[in-house]
């Protein structure tokens, strides 16, 4: 039998080393404590956290709700694979019109950093796409951003991702 103190977030990330046996021993702890974990400064599991919290929460999980503003604050001071994984948190929830507003400004900034991978960069753009369908307003900001110069550094599958969310848009 295991003691709780062999159940903490960091005595968890330090010796689990397989996504399966991390997904199992993650059923153990609080989501918010490993929500808040993952929102750590200067954190290198933190992102681990963050990954973990995105499979085990619930669409419009009543536990990460509350932190919704602090995610999102959280998205610029992050490195590229963490914002990844705090966009795809967030894309989970519905978001008030002030909340949407700050992820959109994030978005914008993440996806027009050509030297962000490619992959945070595709879901910044994909989460800019899901927000537009209630500010169809802001399109014509997003067409800005969609030419060559923000493409060219995009791995193939990638671009296809652009493209097919681009597509959505209608401009």
């Given at each position: 039998v295991m003691t709780n103190q062999s159940?903490?977030?960091?005595?968890?990330?330090?010796?689990?080393?397989?996504?399966?046996?991390?997904?199992?021993?993650?059923?153990?702890?609080?989501?918010?404590?490993?929500l808040l974990y993952g929102l750590q400064k200067d954190n290198p599991a933190a992102w681990k956290a963050a990954w973990l919290v995105s499979h085990l929460m619930k669409k419009n999980d009543a536990k990460v709700s509350p932190h919704l503003e602090k995610i999102i604050a959280a998205i610029p001071q992050k490195k590229d694979g963490h914002q990844r994984q705090l966009l795809i948190v967030i894309d989970a929830m519905d978001l008030n019109e002030v909340q949407e507003g700050k992820l959109f400004q994030h978005c914008i900034c993440l996806w027009t950093d050509i030297h962000k991978i490619p992959s945070t960069r595709i879901t910044a753009f994909q989460t800019l796409c899901k927000i537009t369908k209630n500010y169809p307003e802001l399109i014509k900001e997003i067409e800005l951003y969609t030419g060559e110069y923000y493409t060219e550094?995009?791995?193939?599958?990638?671009?296809?991702?652009?493209h097919r969310s681009k597509k959505s848009l209608k401009f």
């Amino acid at each position: 039998v295991m003691t709780n103190q062999s159940f903490s977030i960091p005595i968890i990330f330090s010796q689990t080393r397989n996504k399966k046996e991390l997904l199992a021993l993650a059923t153990q702890l609080n989501l918010e404590d490993l929500l808040l974990y993952g929102l750590q400064k200067d954190n290198p599991a933190a992102w681990k956290a963050a990954w973990l919290v995105s499979h085990l929460m619930k669409k419009n999980d009543a536990k990460v709700s509350p932190h919704l503003e602090k995610i999102i604050a959280a998205i610029p001071q992050k490195k590229d694979g963490h914002q990844r994984q705090l966009l795809i948190v967030i894309d989970a929830m519905d978001l008030n019109e002030v909340q949407e507003g700050k992820l959109f400004q994030h978005c914008i900034c993440l996806w027009t950093d050509i030297h962000k991978i490619p992959s945070t960069r595709i879901t910044a753009f994909q989460t800019l796409c899901k927000i537009t369908k209630n500010y169809p307003e802001l399109i014509k900001e997003i067409e800005l951003y969609t030419g060559e110069y923000y493409t060219e550094t995009l791995s193939p599958g990638i671009e296809k991702s652009f493209h097919r969310s681009k597509k959505s848009l209608k401009f």
